[in-house]
């Protein structure tokens, strides 16, 4: 029997092979700091979508990376970093917007519950492949309008049918490509370090 091809150790994320033996604790804060942060500056990557309050943003993106790549517990953390301090004030939201209540805030929402299930997942190898990617990624994506489709219709007053068109549907094309991108990038990190499980 050969030792020669061990497979990768399970319950490990891409953040948790940054060195820090010594630093944890810091390494952790900048890491929750630098996910928020990117979310942010994601969500600034906004185009208007005709009879829709929601643009098309970056946002979802970055979110479900930093709960991929954080791991459950520090994609938690950062979403939830990034979701309050917006709510604060910091017009870090979709097109530099901020507080809490608008049109959009729903998917802000999704975006800390959907980084937190991709994190776990992650964690079981759901970044490893192409095909585990692809699934992590469209599970996220619908934890996200399962949370900001609801809450769209009812802070504007919106039957199902029309959140669903105005919410939903025109983000369908945008999310595939998204996932299209995960799906390159994630597995091919793993594969580049070496950790493929």
Sequence with gaps: ???????????????????????????????VL??????????????????????????TFAALLVGTALGARRGFLSLAVYALVGMAGMPWFAGGTSGAGGASFGYVLGMLLAATVVGGLARRGGDRSVPRTAGTMVLGSAIIYAVGVPYLALSTGMSASAAIAAGLTPFLLGDALKAALAMGALPASWKLLGRRG
């Design 1 to 31: 029997m050969s030792t020669a091809a061990a497979p990768a150790r399970t319950g490990v994320v891409l953040a948790d092979l940054l060195p820090a033996a010594r630093h944890r604790y810091a390494v952790d804060t900048a890491l």
């Design 34 to 59: 630098g996910g928020a942060a990117l979310t942010g500056i994601a969500a600034q990557i906004a185009v208007p979508i005709p009879h829709s309050p929601v643009p098309v943003t970056g946002q």
